[in-house]
């Protein structure tokens, strides 16, 4: 019997925000631990929550950019249980009236189109973040309140690879948006899966299992594909599949259960008596979604008729929203957009990714790297000059010209000048006419070496290659 997968994610987003959902405590994922706490974060008797504007505003760009019927008014409910991460011993969020509910994207595998249904995002905060050590844990309450969306599918994904594809589309509209830095690896952006499996044919839903917190893509594709394999498995066995909480065991590389759902979990839900229902204007709506950053597949768009890239290279560029962004601001002194990408890729990334340094924190100002891509696309200077220059200029974010102009970086363009050199070296080989007449091009290679040595490598290859052809042809 043949088994398909149904498959619905639940994925998290820690907002990009200054400070947290309901309080004013500054917001900063490399400050030590319980430095960065209010009263309410702590849930101290007498504190009350206050709604973080920017995190509605980021909320709607979402909602929108995940074509959602957005509501027009905030309602929050309270979440209640009990857990050592939890320190009001409930969470706000929003049960009955999410901001966006009815909402979809397109994802491509293998040249295919498929629309994935959403089912809603709501806002809440987040959880207090804990560190397990072998026979203690430890609390960070920095994490507590950080505004959250949660946006959950409608049971739609059929395998590890449609729902990797959902979660990288996810993760550019909320990078792009810059609503979120989408940095899986350090918990911006986590992923609960639901998946049941049953034989193809049949619409009811098999039994449920939930796989928690799944860090990376890569793990969330193959914790899917394990766990459908188990669970038909089990039921080719005869074996009932038990409604359960499992994790991803990145060593073993296979899901491991956490604990057995016997019932479903009641949070007693109910209206947040400290927040009164705020009406959202049409005005506040339509500006959040004006102001939005320009997403990915517009800027996708812009970059292959603007630049006129080829696929591959607008896919780079494009993979980090800063590249992006850096290479925007560079075009604006360049119309040699496609010798920019070029330079950017090879050269920039490379450097980024040799030195392990963040695009952010790379100081060349974009003029000057539109300026040395023009030079050597002039040929004023030649790829080895363009190197020392680049790293002159990553040292002393200094520009090209002026390099050039000290270090003596230039190559020689006169004719005459080249066409000497090129003599002087037929004279000394006389059968270089001859052999190159007889088909032997390497005749031709010689030569530029030779006049490339005496030169130190400054010679401007085009103009010397026609010459050394004429001469070699008398």
Request: hydrophobic share 40%.
């Amino acid at each position: 019997m043949n088994f398909e997968a149904v498959i619905g994610l639940e994925i998290h987003v820690e907002m990009k925000t200054k400070s947290k959902m309901f309080s004013s405590a500054p917001i900063d994922f490399k400050a030590e631990p319980n430095t960065l706490i209010a009263p309410l974060d702590m849930a101290f008797p007498g504190t009350m929550p206050i709604v973080n504007k920017e995190a509605v505003r980021n909320a709607i760009r979402v909602a929108n950019a995940l074509h959602m019927e957005i509501d027009h008014e905030l309602w929050f409910d309270r979440k209640n249980y009990f857990y050592s991460d939890l320190p009001k011993g409930y969470q706000i969020t929003q049960q009955d009236r999410p901001i966006g509910k009815e909402g979809y994207l397109e994802i491509e595998v293998d040249g295919i189109k498929k629309r994935c249904d959403i089912e809603r995002i709501h806002m809440e905060e987040d959880t207090c973040m804990q560190h397990h050590f072998s026979s203690y844990s430890l609390l960070d309450y920095n994490r507590a309140g950080i505004p959250l969306i949660e946006i959950v599918s409608k049971p739609v994904l059929r395998s590890g690879v449609e729902a990797r594809k959902y979660v990288e589309k996810i993760r550019e509209i909320v990078t792009f948006a810059n609503v979120s830095d989408g940095k899986m690896e350090e918990g911006s952006l986590r992923c609960d899966v639901n998946i049941s499996i049953r034989p193809y044919g049949v619409d009811t839903f098999g039994t449920k299992v939930e796989i928690k917190n799944l860090n990376s893509l890569a793990h969330i594709e193959k914790a899917i594909d394990f766990e459908t394999k188990r669970q038909s498995e089990l039921l080719l066995l005869g074996k009932k599949v038990q409604q359960e909480t499992r994790r991803f065991d990145e060593a073993k590389k296979e899901t491991v259960l956490m604990r057995v759902k016997t019932e479903a979990a009641d949070y007693k839900y109910f209206t947040e008596p400290n927040i009164p229902p705020i009406k959202i204007s049409d005005e506040f709506i339509n500006n959040a979604i004006e102001t939005c950053p320009e997403l990915y597949d517009q800027k996708f768009e812009r970059f292959m008729k603007n630049y006129a890239l080829n696929v591959t290279d607008a896919q780079i560029l494009l993979s980090n929203v800063d590249y992006a962004n850096y290479y925007d601001k560079c075009a604006l002194f360049t119309t040699n957009y496609q010798n920019l990408a070029n330079f950017f890729i090879s050269s920039i990334l490379g450097y980024l990714n040799k030195n392990v340094v963040d695009i952010k924190d790379f100081n060349v100002e974009p003029k000057f790297v539109a300026e040395l891509v023009d030079l050597l696309k002039s040929k004023e200077i030649n790829s080895t000059q363009g190197a020392d220059i680049f790293n002159k200029m990553v040292k002393e974010n200094k520009s090209p010209l002026k390099i050039k102009e000290e270090t003596g970086a230039t190559l020689i363009s006169d004719e005459v000048k080249i066409r000497e050199l090129v003599l002087e070296v037929i004279k000394l080989n006389p059968t270089l006419p001859s052999d190159f007449k007889a088909g032997k091009t390497r005749a031709q290679g010689f030569v530029m070496g030779q006049i490339m040595r005496k030169t130190g490598g400054k010679i401007n290859p085009a103009i010397a290659n026609k010459i050394i052809v004429e001469e070699l042809n008398k």
